[in-house]
Structure formats: C-alpha cells, structure tokens
C-alpha cells in the first residue's frame, strides 16, 4: 500500500520559515518525479513546486527565490524548506508521487498525502 505523510506544519510569523517533510512507502520512488501542491481555502489547487527522478527542480513563480525542495533517495523523502512566508502561503500543502520521471501535471501524480495546514499569521 503506497503511502505519504506530509509532516511539520503549522502557525509561522510572517517572515519566518518551516519545513515540511513528506514520508513515502509501499513502492520505489527513484524513478519518481516528487512534488508539493497546495489549496487555499475557496481556492484551486496549485503546484508549488517538483522535484524530478533525476534531481531537477522547478518552482511556481510564487515559490521561487523563497521555497527550496529536496529528496532523499536512501530515505524515501522529499522536503520544502519555505522561507519568508506570507499570510498568501497559508494553505494546506500536499506530497504527491508520479510515476515518471518528471511533470508539472497533476495529472500525472498518482498518490497524494493527506496534507499538511501551513499557517501564516501577519
């Protein structure tokens, strides 16, 4: 059974930073592009950013310069280290998993966490 579990959200000052961590079991995940999506309250679901099978990353334009993410093959983890938060990054933030290697579709991620609220208080 795949699973993924998003950890290490929560209430954040604007301008500080958190990390998330997202676990993953029950299949290989080295071919796997990786990914954080999040979904404000009343809003649309939005890629943050993915990680490739390969190490290749790309970033929402809303992430970049702030949001750094990284895997660890041996673990079976991906991490996104957000710094300078602001109240518009407050949402519930979501692992994904692919099975190939790179994509920037939702489509194409088939195993979700179940999410973690991230906070920003102004």
């Known amino acids: 059974q795949v699973q993924l579990v998003e950890s290490g959200g929560g209430l954040v000052q604007a301008g500080g930073s958190l990390r998330l961590s997202c676990a993953a079991s029950g299949r290989t995940f080295s071919s796997s592009a990786m990914a954080w999506f999040r979904q404000a309250p009343g809003q649309q679901r939005e890629l943050v950013a993915v990680?490739?099978?390969?190490?290749?990353?790309y970033y929402a334009d809303s992430a970049k310069g702030r949001f750094i993410i990284s895997r660890d093959y041996a673990k079976n983890t991906v991490d996104l280290q957000m710094n300078r938060l602001n109240s518009e990054d407050t949402a519930v933030y979501y692992c994904?998993?692919?099975?190939?290697?790179?994509?920037?579709?939702?489509?194409?991620?088939?195993?979700w966490g179940q999410g973690t609220q991230v906070t920003v208080s102004s």
């Open positions: 994904a998993a692919s099975r190939i290697r790179f994509t920037l579709a939702s489509r194409d991620f088939d195993d």
């Open positions: 990680i490739s099978a390969g190490g290749s990353t």
